[in-house]
């Protein structure tokens, strides 16, 4: 059996005994070091002797322990916890534990590493505000558009790098957050970025956070970048095509190695995020112009993904149409609707701006129409300057909706074939039976 005194002595923390007359009984090691005497020498002694601020007598007069005191002396920091020692009821004395700053650094740095923690997560959730897109939400009837959620789905639950190309406005981010809500770590954070609106030492930081002071104006406590926001999420990298040529070959070595170093920082930081990327230009011409390094591309898009503009998917337009007027009447308290003759115009119009743009031209349109009702009188300008003076969409509506109609399943049977089977499931895209689909081609 090991001694009582032995295991005391073995303890880097002071610890005092004294009886109910505040005399000495017992120290360890420690103790005796820290006021620079032996047992020996002051065993029986009345402590206040010794050590006149001691608080023992404070805990021995009123019966009840003093925590977490602390105190300096000699040069030396410590806490020190007193405890009354009663037994059958009866106080028999007191015992005191002194713990050393400079043997309790291990509890400062584990203070500071929760403090940091902390912000961390702070931090992760001010960039974090949760997705609102899911694929239920792209409204689309077009074969194009439905052979983009489809491949989308697809991908979704694996863990495999996609690069969106599209032009400006197409809905790049809508697919992005659908297909982080579709996968397996939709539960994590969701962080963007736009990597054009940021430049390079900037965006690094923003990328890879960086140490306490690694820059004027740093954090002191440092930061964490998106890559450690978004453990276990999805990170989406808006016009990629953008990063500074340096900054790309970082990025390079975080998705091959799959860790981070904080700018100003010297430890590598494991990371577990999935890289959805996008862009609106041509990346392989960037390569070429050496704007835009091959073996990035290479790593970002393993699945490349195009969403063509909205010119070359005419049969979403008018669905997006009904769709955006519905959300401006509920937020406007209003019931408003289009005319045929409107719907035409914008039908036929070429949006550059894609479905951004769409959007826009039906706000301006609600503020401007009469009577709830958006003729085309109340479109822009723009729209009506750009069309080809044509009397198409002046055409009875039965007859634009023919027109319509024929175009779809024109499309359709392109993309799907001409099989018995092919149509059956052109039939079932668009939700018509084949014999529908029959008649409206035999009428074609």
């Known amino acids: 059996m090991i001694k009582f005194e032995t295991i005391l002595n073995a303890m880097d923390e002071g610890v005092l005994i004294v009886n109910q007359e505040n005399k000495i009984v017992y120290f360890n090691r420690a103790y005796g070091d820290f006021i620079g005497h032996t047992l020996e020498e002051v065993k029986g002694s009345v402590l206040t002797k010794i ?18 005191v602390f105190r300096e002396e000699k040069g030396e920091e410590y806490f020190a916890n007193i405890y009354p020692i009663f037994e059958d009821g009866t106080l028999r004395g ?16 584990t203070l500071k590493e929760l403090e940091k923690k902390q912000s961390d997560l702070k931090e992760r959730m001010r960039h974090t505000n949760g997705t609102r897109y899911e694929f239920q939400d792209i409204i689309c009837q077009s074969a194009a558009s439905l052979k983009c ?8 639950k694996s863990d495999i790098s996609v690069l969106i190309d599209g032009e400006s406005g197409c809905g790049k981010e809508l697919y992005a957050q659908a297909i982080h809500n ?3 770590r939709q539960e994590y954070p969701f962080v963007a970025i736009n990597c054009a609106a940021l430049n390079g030492n900037i965006l690094e930081s923003e990328l890879f956070g960086y140490e306490g002071g690694a820059f004027t104006g740093a954090n002191k406590n440092g930061k964490p970048g998106i890559f450690e926001i978004a453990e276990k ?14 900054l790309q070959a970082k990025l390079l070595r975080v998705i091959q190695e799959r860790k981070i170093r904080r700018v100003g920082g010297t430890s590598e930081i494991g990371i577990d995020v999935r890289l959805i990327c996008a862009c609106n230009v041509d990346l392989i011409k960037y390569i070429e112009e050496k704007k835009f390094r091959k073996d990035l591309y290479y790593r970002i898009s393993t699945f490349p993904l195009h969403l063509p503009p909205l010119r070359e998917r005419r049969e979403d337009i008018i669905p997006l149409v009904e769709k955006h007027l519905g959300v401006l009447g509920i937020q406007q308290k209003r019931n408003l609707s289009i005319s045929a003759e409107a719907k035409g115009i914008l039908y036929k119009y070429n949006w550059p701006g894609n479905v951004r743009e769409l959007n826009n031209v039906l706000e ?8 709830n009702e958006i003729g085309v009188s109340s479109l822009p300008p723009s729209v009506l300057e750009d069309l080809n003076q044509s009397d198409y969409y002046f055409k009875p ?5 023919r027109l319509f109609e024929k175009e779809q399943i024109k499309k359709a049977v392109e993309f799907y074939g001409e099989s018995v089977e092919d149509k059956k499931n052109v039939a079932e895209k668009l939700g018509i039976s084949l014999a529908t689909l ?3 081609l035999n009428d074609q």
């Open 182 to 184: 579709e996968s397996l």
């Open 94 to 109: 007191g015992v005191s534990t002194v713990t050393f700053l400079r043997n309790a650094q291990f509890i400062m740095d």
């Open 233 to 246: 999420g999805t990170i989406f990298l808006d016009e990629v095509s953008e990063l500074d040529y340096n």
């Open 51 to 68: 050590r006149p601020g001691a608080r023992m007598p404070q805990v021995l007069r009123k019966g009840k322990p003093m925590e977490v």
């Open 149 to 156: 959620i489809e491949d989308a789905k697809k991908i979704a």
């Open 364 to 371: 301006y349109s609600a503020v401007v129409c009469h009577d």
């Open 397 to 401: 509506l039965a007859e634009a909706v």
């Open 438 to 440: 029959y008649n409206k």
